[in-house]
């Protein structure tokens, strides 16, 4: 042993030392790394916000958002100066479901920003980007929207504000949402003072099909109905005469254009869409019942979604209640209100044979290569109507198509049932919005739910029907 070879020997082992030390740090740093990315991350990011999504936008290009036949509704471009913007190719037709990323952000954009600006292509292709200093493609949403579906509802409604909304009562997936005024997403920022200009009075960010609530007008003699057939035990035995109008205390209901209907059962009353029948019809029943039936239906309830942000409807009457009052909202006018999306839930669980599907709009997640990361699972909201209420709304509804107030519409060779309605809603009833709900069938039992409402347009048969069918014919032409 000379005395040059014990400090050799020492530094061998601190360098061995060192390694380990090292390796140890590494390993413990990677899994700390795997853990965040795997399991912790969506929370982390959620909490603070701002920063860290700027951080992910440094190394991953935001992903696409598409509808679910494939079309891309939103992607990530450069403008001429090479800075990276938001585009969304059809302007208006999506923006209120798909938001906007710019002044903050909104809708889908809002929602799952943090999946958008994940990347799952292979580890090997983000460690090559990250070296030669390129982003990974962030992964992509797919919508649950059918594009022709959402532009037939988007093209029909015109110039009408008001709002369609048309779901897959099967899964609960919305086919087709559109809302109006609306608003082009690629120049939110441009026109932001003004949209926010309190004295405009501008509601375009406004989603009228979830956050608008309107009266349900005659499309509420739904609800009504099964009022009356749960208040009989299902009975649906009744008779009136209708001489075209109806005194209830001090106030008279008409039918429309004061129509004398004769003799009527409950189909007939229900297909002529009969004010007389149906007023006569609620003042009659229990108060607390008709209360309870209303919630058992989510009135005055959060609406069982898988969409955030949903305004309740209303019902708004009680044991204290005039006679006459109770008389208008069994009509649907007086103390109710709806969104056009809890009356498409409505018509969806009669067209699931009374099941409620939770509406949702996202999808999937896929990565660029395609490989589905997350999959949204439809979720039941159990059965809001009996087998036997929904045989006899389904008899209703077709004779409503067949020979009532909407026996002229030409729904095509699909088997379709609904309801119109014809909502006032000014002081001297001379306005009306228009209304139609309902569900079409095809003969490989294909189905759609749908409810439209126009504002102001006037009668539900003559406007929201039509609408409606425009609306099918472009879904199930595919
Ligand atoms: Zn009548």
Redesign the pocket.
Known sequence: MTRESLPKKNIRKEIYVTAVIFAVIFLAMAFFLFNFVKSDSKEFIYNSYNSRFSVFADDVVRGNIYTADGRVIAKTSKDEDGKEIRVYPDERLFCHEVGYVGKGMAGLEAGYSFELLKSHITLQDQINNSLTGQKSPGDSLYTTLDYDAQKAAFEGLGLYEGAVVAIDPDAGKIIAMVSKPDYDPNTIAKYWDDINDSSKNSSVLLNRATNGVYPPGSTFKIVTTLAYLRANNGNSDYSFN?K?KLDIDDYTIH?SSN???GSEDLLSAFS?S????YASIGVNLDRDEFVKTAEDLYFNQKLPTLLDNTKKSVFGIDSTTKESIVAQTAIGQGETSVSPLHMCMLVSAIANDGELMEPYLADRIESEEGEIISQTEAVSAGNIMSSSEVALLNSYMEAVVMDGTAGKVDFGDLSVYGKTGTAEYSENKKLTHSWFVGYAKDDDGKKLAIAVIMEGAGYGSKYAAPLAAKVFNAYFQE
């Not at 009969?274 to 029948?277: G, P």
Request: aromatic share 0%; with cysteine; glycine share 10%.
């Open positions: 209708c075209g039918c129509k004398q209907h002529n009969c004010n007389s029948a």
